[in-house]
């Protein structure tokens, strides 16, 4: 049984296996702030990210196919069904080097105020993981929009080729 698995099985026969959304964010956000006094905000966004991330890749190797229309109408049902939000793919924004996705119903700032911020580190990092299992190479992803920073909803940019990026 892997860690996904593992974590996945719950047994609570009164409760469920649901909590509701607001207690996830205050789990979180108390979290990210505890984490922010130890490792200081660059190091806790790293650590939302990386854990982003790897769940990223578990999801996206458990889902993976060759055809990319498919693989992404996995992803967005999966994502759908984990009640993480409304995944699409900005085709619009998108280009040979980078894919834009944006989150609908995020479920970690969705409906929130404007608190003049981007907070879905996690996020970002499950994109990222997602599509570099994909493609079998590393890439470069950073949020655009969020709703915690009054915007419509979040978005994420997943650069394809960080190095061409990071020369430009």
Request: aromatic share 10%.
């Amino acid at each position: 049984m892997n860690q996904m698995q593992a974590l996945t099985h719950v047994s609570r026969p009164e409760l469920g296996n649901t909590i509701p959304v607001s207690v996830f964010r205050i789990f979180r956000q108390f979290s990210a702030h505890y984490g922010e006094d130890i490792l200081g905000e660059k190091g806790v966004r790293s650590v939302f990210t990386y854990a982003g991330r790897e769940l990223g890749m578990d999801i996206g190797q458990q889902l993976y196919t060759e055809d990319l229309s498919e693989y992404l109408m996995r992803v967005k049902q999966y994502v759908f069904d984990s009640s993480i939000g409304i995944l699409t793919l900005a085709e619009d924004l998108s280009t040979d080097d980078k894919m834009v996705l944006q989150l609908g119903e995020c479920v970690t700032c969705s409906g929130m105020p404007n608190i003049g911020q981007k907070i879905c580190f996690f996020e970002v990092g499950l994109v990222a993981g997602i599509v570099e299992t994909y493609t079998k190479k590393e890439v470069f992803a950073y949020e655009t929009k969020c709703n915690a920073n009054g915007d419509d909803c979040c978005e994420v940019t997943v650069e394809l080729d960080p190095v061409k990026m990071y020369f430009n």
